[in-house]
């Protein structure tokens, strides 16, 4: 089991800035895609971005421009940053761990970091 710890979330004006952390408890971090997602009231998780061990990144059209998820393997962390951000990024976002090698599977998920945009 991998545990995911997320950090930096809070409340900030729109147009403002944050950057979101998520820090792995194993190695296999560096092996993994890794994924921000994230959950708004009454609405389902959805895909925010991701990252494969190679550095390659994907992002949900609603934040292209203006999210940027990265990686430090060195430190077994992974970052969102979000700029320009719209009452509609307000949600909990949550940190995904997808580590599949020599047929064993690891899928973990952090406990969230609500983020609070106000227009």
């Known amino acids: 089991q991998v545990q995911l710890v997320e950090s930096g979330g809070g409340l900030v004006q729109a147009g403002g800035s944050l950057r979101l952390s998520c820090a792995a408890s194993?190695?296999?971090?560096?092996?993994?895609?890794m994924g921000w997602y994230r959950q708004a009231p009454e609405k389902q998780r959805e895909l925010v971005a991701t990252?494969?061990?190679?550095?390659?990144?994907n992002y949900a059209d609603s934040v292209k421009g203006r999210f940027t998820i990265s990686r430090d393997n060195a430190k077994n962390t992974l970052y969102l940053q979000m700029n320009s951000l719209e009452p509609e990024d307000t949600a909990v976002y949550y940190c995904?761990?997808?580590?599949?090698?020599?047929?064993?599977?690891?899928?973990?998920w952090g406990q969230g970091t609500q983020v609070t945009v106000s227009s």
């Open positions: 990252i494969t061990s190679g550095g390659s990144t």
């Open positions: 995904n761990l997808d580590f599949r090698a020599l047929g064993k599977s690891v899928t973990s």
């Open positions: 194993r190695s296999i971090f560096s092996s993994s895609t």
